[in-house]
């Protein structure tokens, strides 16, 4: 059964499995999420369902947004994604998805916005050798080859070149999920998720399960 969450990045530490292992995890706030509705073949030409996540404030939502959640019949909230389930009939409008949908030994896909690096050099970026650092080579740091002198006289597609970096949505795949606290909401997951501390990060069923 297809599963999922949406969750904020509390931070890391690590936990010891019953065989003494040190495990490093990543500690998520998962939910609890609200239904806000529910979208079906016959209306929308595919099924979900829409979750909302961290209560927001009536004065900072726009009209359309408190209509949609007014219609619904549930708390304004500050996030809302879609989840592609197989069966959505178990999920009724107005009720709660908590960390506890998950149990340890799970296998997730999390997705969450990376950490924003600014703008980069090529060098920091692609991992460009630099060049001489002697007074008179002139040409420290910087990109390199530009190409070809006369043919084709341009720079090719695909030329790495010192730009932002950053800030990209990024899947992690098949993570194991090592321990939940369901009174506290908690996901425990093995290794590193895409983020700074308070991201907001989707945690779903694994869809290469190995």
């Known amino acids: 059964m297809k599963k999922g969450i949406i969750a904020k990045k509390i931070g890391m530490t690590q936990v010891f499995d019953t065989n003494a292992n040190l495990i490093p995890v990543t500690v998520l706030e998962a939910g609890p999420c609200v239904v806000v509705q529910k979208k079906t073949e016959k209306n929308d030409g595919y099924e979900a369902i829409q979750v909302g996540f961290v209560d927001a404030k009536p004065k900072q939502t726009i009209k359309p947004k408190k209509g949609h959640f007014a219609k619904a019949g549930v708390p304004i909230k500050k996030y809302l994604k879609e989840f592609r389930l197989e069966d959505i009939s178990t999920y009724e409008v107005g009720s709660e998805i908590k960390a506890d949908i998950f149990s340890a030994g799970d296998k997730v896909d999390v997705s969450g916005i990376t950490k924003g690096k600014g703008y980069a050099s090529s060098i920091k970026k692609y991992g460009y050798s630099r060049g001489p ?7 420290h740091r910087k990109a390199g080859s530009m190409g070809a002198a006369t043919n084709p006289g341009r720079v090719m597609k695909g030329k790495g070149l010192p730009s932002h970096m950053g800030c990209d949505k990024v899947t992690i795949q098949n993570l194991e999920v090592v321990k939940i606290d369901a009174e506290k909401n908690l996901i425990l997951i093995k290794g590193a998720v895409p983020g ?6 989707t945690v779903k069923n694994s869809v290469k399960a190995w």
């Open 133 to 139: 650092m002697a007074h008179g080579s002139k040409y």
């Open 196 to 201: 700074p501390k308070g991201t907001i990060i």
